[in-house]
Nanobody, 114 residues
Framework: QVQFAESGGGLVQPGGSLTLSCAASGSIFNTYTMGWYRQASGNTRELVAIITSQSTTNYIDAVKGRFAISRDNGKNTVYLQMRSLKPEDTAVYYC????????WGQGIEVTVSS
């Protein structure tokens, strides 16, 4: 099975920056699409950003120009660089990998103070 090592969350002031990291391990022998979801308290989980095996990226409009997704294929790791953070970015962020089925990590808490 796939395991995830996630880090980088925490509390940040509005306008600040954070970088999330997620390393997938297990029976991973190729490069797969990876990315990030988030779920704010009381809301549904929404897709934030994805990066394909060819390193093409897509973002939701709410984070375009502020967030940047990247990957290290040798480490099976996906990153999410977040800048100019807003209180509405507060959520639990989940990384995922499309290995047979879309599989999510445990989640990282990000809190942007108001």
């Amino acid at each position: 099975q796939v395991q995830f090592a996630e880090s980088g969350g925490g509390l940040v002031q509005p306008g600040g920056s954070l970088t999330l990291s997620c390393a997938a391990s297990g029976s991973i022998f190729n490069t797969y699409t990876m990315g990030w979801y988030r779920q704010a308290s009381g809301n549904t989980r929404e897709l934030v950003a994805i990066i394909t095996s060819q390193s093409t990226t897509n973002y939701i409009d709410a984070v375009k120009g502020r967030f940047a997704i990247s990957r290290d294929n040798g480490k099976n790791t996906v990153y999410l660089q977040m800048r100019s953070l807003k209180p509405e970015d507060t959520a639990v962020y989940y990384c995922f990998i499309d290995l047979y089925v879309r599989t999510w990590g445990q989640g990282i808490e990000v809190t942007v103070s108001s």
